[in-house]
């Protein structure tokens, strides 16, 4: 790659344009991003990669719905010249053996900051956590029940923890909108207030 000040030639646009589409993720994505492509009709997903945490492809693979067989997330966002500004979330499954886009949400944030799933009500199902950045970091909760993905948690933070905090098994989450401190606010996300949320269709709960 020619960096500034090195004289390099046949430099264009076109050349950069090449540059800067998503590069193959390898490791089994491939087939992931040729639907994402079919589903968009041939326009380049701009993948969002996170910033933060142990994950950080903008593709994940986890059985969500807890039916013995895996789903995708991908997370991206769309060029200049469309109307929408912010991340996607794509949700795909295997139909006779080809990956589709079943699924597509609009994020509340241009970049992503953490991407991971966690067993929050302990049924076997995983739920989908996207920590979003912008102005604010913004995080997300998503549940799938094999025939919506909903997102039934949205909360501004600066970080989360997830794990046994009631004392009741399992895993919950704490919130933490705030630096450390005597008084820093923090919000404890349990299981029953997930199932309640997702029974109610309450999305963005509180």
Known sequence: LCVVLSGCTGFTYQNINELLRAPALGGGMDEIQKALTEYLDGTEAQYKYPKEGEW?????????????????????????????????????????????????????????????????????????????????????????????LGQVFQRVYSRYEVGDFTGRGGNDMVVVAGEPGPNMPEYILSRIHIRRCRRSRMFKCR
């Open 56 to 148: 950080r492809s903008p593709i994940l693979q986890a059985d969500l719905n807890g039916d013995g067989t895996t789903e995708a997330i991908v997370l991206y966002g769309l060029p200049d010249t469309t109307k929408s500004r912010y991340a996607h979330v794509a949700l795909l499954e295997q139909v006779e053996g080809e990956w589709q886009v079943v699924q597509n949400l609009e994020g509340v944030a241009s970049e992503v900051a953490s991407l991971e799933t966690a067993d929050l009500l302990g049924d076997g199902t995983r739920q989908l956590v996207v920590g979003y950045s912008s102005a604010v970091k913004t995080l997300a909760l998503y549940t799938y029940d094999g025939e919506v």
